[in-house]
């Protein structure tokens, strides 16, 4: 079932996920609906806070995308990013580590804005997965930057936080809509 995605200007966005003590069917038919409503969507990456739940669940599947790499290395040695994909990492801790990279980046959450991000560029990842076993990878490109932008999302944490101040305040009318456009939606959704 495709989820409506929750948009900026929403609290859930601000939320710091709960951990996910048991894959219970709730949770396993949510990974199901946040995977159909990314793909439907055309996104890389989406959290579940996008889909109005508070927890440290995401999905990513980067296979779509041909013209950013993506590595990953398992038990220490180079394995084929498909390894991992479609990737489901619950309570995930990450470890940010590398050179600093610059990269365009968007958010099913805020359509139509995109801007260069810095992040580090690689990324050691420890999670469970969607059958609630443990998971260990490292990562580079552009999954090591959609982990690190998902996992931001399970700690209320958003893209617009790690944008240069300039580029902020450059797209400040187009937030400012954004946001009033969706306490607008929630309020009449409420009324
Ligand atoms: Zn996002």
Do not use: W
């Not at 927890?55 to 180079?78: A, F, M, W, Y």
């Not at 990269?103 to 990324?123: D, K, M, Q």
């Not at 450059?170 to 959704?189: F, G, I, N, P």
Request: aromatic share 4%; net charge negative.
């Amino acid at each position: 079932m495709i989820l409506p995605i929750v948009k900026f200007g929403n609290p859930v966005l601000r939320q710091k996920g709960a951990r996910v003590e048991k894959i219970t069917p709730d949770i396993k038919k949510l990974i199901e609906d946040m995977f159909e409503t990314m793909y439907a969507a055309a996104g890389v990456g989406l959290a579940a806070q996008q889909v109005g739940r508070a927890l440290q669940l995401t999905v990513i599947d980067v296979r779509g995308v041909k013209d950013r790499p993506s590595t990953i290395e398992l038990d220490g040695k180079p394995a084929e990013v498909a390894a991992v994909m479609p990737l489901v990492l619950i309570n995930p801790g990450i470890q940010p580590f590398g050179d600093p990279v610059a990269g365009p980046e968007g958010c099913l959450s805020f359509p139509e804005i995109f801007e260069e991000i810095t992040r580090p560029g690689s990324v050691e990842v420890n999670a469970l997965d969607a059958k609630g076993q443990p998971v260990h990878f490292k990562s580079s490109g552009l999954l090591a930057r959609a982990i690190q932008h998902e996992t931001d999302h399970l700690n209320g944490i958003l893209f617009i936080d790690r944008m240069p101040l300039k580029a902020k305040q450059a797209l400040k009318v187009e937030l400012d809509e954004l946001q009033a456009e969706t306490k607008a939606t929630l309020q009449s959704k409420l009324g």
